[in-house]
């Protein structure tokens, strides 16, 4: 069984440029979950999709970010414009009866 | 969510078992203990979960307090492979996110 894919694995981009992150979750699970992690901080979480809906984006850092999940298949992470404090790895999570996540190996994004 | 409190770091020998404690004083009763680990440069990683009776499974034992406040997570015999971070959360078996502390940072020395 296919994990959890992220890509790219890692993405260098210039100060307000704009990065879209991608994660295709286990097949059949409805639940969805972006969590950051910036360098020496804790694993924060950002947002949670339940199928195609926000179940919860209380962790969504500002309007820059945008996360869509089309047909409650894969989703996309879009920041716009990309600022330095932005730089960190991007989690991906997914659950079917959310007894556990399953976790993505994360996007390293560098904003120089 | 009730908050936790684990040590910062922890080592232990190669072969011997670790021993990884958690304090949860304000786990309220429909709250489960779930363990996470992330090994460097990886995702965060599964391992276990119970409610009140204690639970093994192929990577580790689960023990919880009778009373619920505290909880331990036992590697039986811990190879450097699992030196990594691991997470003691304390939640709702539901559609509630994941929220991650600091955890405590494993080390497995030969």
């Known amino acids: 069984e296919a994990g959890v894919t992220q890509f790219p694995s890692h993405s260098v981009i210039e100060k307000g440029q704009t990065v879209t992150l991608r994660c295709d979750p286990i097949?059949?699970?409805?639940?969805l979950y972006w969590y950051r992690r910036v360098m020496g901080k804790e694993i924060k979480f950002l947002l949670h999709f339940v199928k195609e809906s926000k179940q919860d984006e209380s962790g969504m850092p500002n309007n820059r970010f945008l996360a869509e999940r089309t047909g409650g298949t894969y989703s996309t992470l879009k920041v716009q414009p990309a600022e330095l404090e932005d730089s960190g790895v991007y989690f991906c999570a997914s659950s079917q009866v959310r007894e556990k996540l399953f976790f993505g190996s994360g996007t390293q994004l560098s904003v120089l | 969510d009730a908050k936790t409190t684990q040590p910062t770091s922890m080592d232990c020998a190669e072969g011997r078992a670790a021993n990884l404690p958690c304090n949860h004083s304000t786990i309220s009763g429909n709250e489960y203990v779930y363990w996470y680990r992330q090994i460097h440069s990886q995702g965060p990683q599964y391992i276990i979960h119970g409610l009140k009776n204690n639970e093994t499974n192929e990577m580790a034992s689960l023990i919880i307090t009778e009373d619920r406040k505290s909880s331990t997570l036992i590697l039986p015999h811990a190879t450097l492979r699992d030196t990594a971070v691991y997470y003691c959360i304390v939640t709702k078996t539901s559609y509630d996110k994941v929220i991650f502390g600091p955890g405590t940072s494993l080390s497995v020395i030969p």
């Open positions: 097949s059949g699970h409805d639940n």
